[in-house]
């Protein structure tokens, strides 16, 4: 079964009228993309009217001409401008750096930094991720003052996030006073006790649903009455019953985020991730987006990556990032990441947008490239969209984006 | 289990796809006629028919699903190379070594000590 959409009656349509352009049905609309993301939300006759061809003097005109939507009047300077930003044409590197510190030493922190220094991007970001602070404290400490210099010395802006679940208050004043994001590993089940704290103050909350978890609202105004500012929700498993399940939970949580958006602080992070257009700013996205450095060394193509042998680039002590382009498994993912290479995806109205990073696909499918018709993990990204882009000519919507500094042009 | 499948649909790279998704819990077995390729799966340990059916479905999946992926990546690799063409051409140049550094040996001695402070007070910590 496609997870594609069609029409019962396909529209009558003149060659060279429309643009290249994917469609995707949300409930009584149409929703038109491009390659580079620009979108148009129309109703079926307006759809009709468009692919039948538009002259000036339609009310469509002004709305779908500057987005190049129509092939008469397409502005191939913009569009190649358009293609050359979004495209890997103008990727830097790899902008965020996964640090997983369990079983990490000093000297093995020291030479993760300096590898993660050598790679180049206009900025940096090094996610420590952790169980305990107590357990590796002070390899955090380290990593936090060296990784401060290394950015002063570089010139380059660094942004440092703690992921952990528990750490004490000490701790977590140390990470705010240089600068460090905290954020919180959460297990979301069953309802919410608004009176329960979570373990620290941290600004971001990395959430993995339990598989009671209900009342989607109900924990959004729990992270929002603790301080969080933005969430991530995980499905509790990436099969056909979670991803179904969590689709039903994240359209509640973005339901309450559209409701309460001008006064509520919090901001979803799928959404942030996803809308962001670019296929190297899709968190977890191998080598592109992110490479991960276990506690032993190793330098994978991601987080979700580690400890997978096929997946692993070489190790902080011998690699050079310069090396990179010449192992296969750096190939491989950058390949299978693209969504042109992939059945569905190249089809799909939300290919500017979205992707299942490859090691995803290799954790639950087998292969980097994965089967996309039956992956829960294109599903889940597919919920995430069609909730969000269904909504997007209400006006709440767009100032929520507005808001949230999403560029939905 | 015993499979003939026609060789337009399917290539040997399609079938070879298939036999690497089962890995190390069957033998696939391939032989070949003009028309069609002959594909016998042997699992490598005592599977019910239902498992074995079940092996077979994965194998014909991971096919498929190549043969589709390798149409799709050929009819999109006009695209698809203009990006990354120059992408692999030109390398992951690495940062180069900072001016400062090479130019005054003695600020490359003060972070070589500001290191060096740092790990010692965090082997402190311990």
């Known amino acids: 079964m496609s997870k594609l959409t069609a029409f019962e009656r396909p529209p009558k349509a003149r060659p060279g009228a429309a643009a290249p352009h994917q469609f995707r049905l949300l409930g009584k609309k149409v929703l038109i993309t491009d390659e580079h993301g620009r979108w148009a939300l129309l109703t079926r006759s307006e759809y009709d009217r468009f692919v039948a061809g538009i002259g000036p003097e339609d009310p469509l005109w002004p709305v779908l001409q500057p987005r190049g939507f129509l092939a008469g009047a397409f502005d191939f300077d913009a569009a190649a401008r358009r293609q ?12 965020s750096h996964a640090l997983l510190l369990d ?4 000297d093995g922190a ?15 970001t090094l996610e420590l991720i952790f169980d305990d602070a107590d357990a590796v404290w002070p390899v955090v400490w380290f990593i936090v003052q060296y990784a401060r210099r ?4 570089s010139r380059r802006p660094v942004f440092l996030i703690a992921r952990a679940r528990t750490m004490s208050p000490d701790q977590a004043d140390f990470l705010r006073s240089h600068g460090v994001t905290r954020c919180a590993d959460l297990a979301l089940d069953g309802k919410p006790d608004m009176s ?13 649903l339990g598989p009671g ?18 969430a991530r929700l995980l499905p509790a498993s990436l099969d056909e019953k979670g991803a179904a399940a969590f689709a039903s939970f994240h359209s509640g949580f973005l339901g309450w985020l559209l409701e309460h958006g001008e006064e509520s602080n919090l901001r979803d992070e799928w959404v942030l991730g996803l809308l962001g257009g670019r296929l190297w700013n899709l968190p977890g996205m191998d080598v592109l987006e992110q490479l991960a450095y276990d506690g032993a060394g190793r330098v994978y193509t991601s987080e979700a990556a580690a400890g997978d042998a096929e997946l692993a680039l070489g190790s902080v002590s011998t ?8 192992l296969p498994a750096t190939g491989a993912v950058i390949a299978a990441s693209h969504p042109d290479n992939q059945p569905l995806c190249a089809q799909c109205a939300y290919r500017p947008f979205c992707a299942v990073p490859p090691s995803i696909n290799k954790n639950y499918q087998g292969s980097v490239w994965g089967q996309t018709p039956s992956s829960a993990a294109c599903s889940v990204q597919m919920g995430i969209m069609d909730r969000i882009l269904e909504s997007l000519n209400d006006e709440k919507c767009l100032n929520l984006l507005n808001k949230w500094s999403v560029d939905m042009v | 289990m015993k499979l003939k499948l026609g060789r337009p649909l399917y290539s040997a790279e399609s079938l070879a796809a298939g036999a690497l998704a089962l890995g190390t819990r069957a033998q696939v077995f391939v032989s070949e006629s003009k028309a069609a390729f002959s594909v016998e799966i042997k699992p490598a340990a005592k599977t019910s028919p239902a498992g074995l059916l079940a092996l077979g479905g994965e194998f014909l999946n991971e096919a498929l699903n190549h043969e589709y992926r390798q149409r799709v990546v050929r009819a999109n690799a006009p695209l698809t190379q203009a990006v990354f063409a120059p992408l692999f051409a030109k390398g992951f140049p690495a940062v180069p070594a900072d001016p400062l550094e090479e130019l005054e040996p003695q600020v490359k001695a003060d972070r070589a000590r500001d290191l060096a402070e740092l790990l010692a007070q965090a082997r402190s910590m311990k």
């Open chain 1, 213 to 230: 978890a209900a009342e989607p609202a109900a924990w959004a105004r729990w992270l929002e009455k603790w301080g969080f500012e933005s």
């Open chain 1, 84 to 95: 050359f930003e979004r495209s890997l044409l103008s990727w830097k590197g790899p902008g």
């Open chain 1, 196 to 208: 329960k704290a979570p373990a620290f103050r941290a600004q971001r909350a990395r959430a993995r």
């Open chain 1, 110 to 124: 020291r030479r993760t930094v300096e590898f993660v220094f050598s790679c180049p991007g206009p900025q940096l």
């Open chain 1, 150 to 153: 290394k950015g002063e010395w």
């Open chain 1, 319 to 326: 690699l050079r990032y310069q090396d990179l382009p010449r």
């Open chain 1, 103 to 106: 079983g990490m030493d000093l």
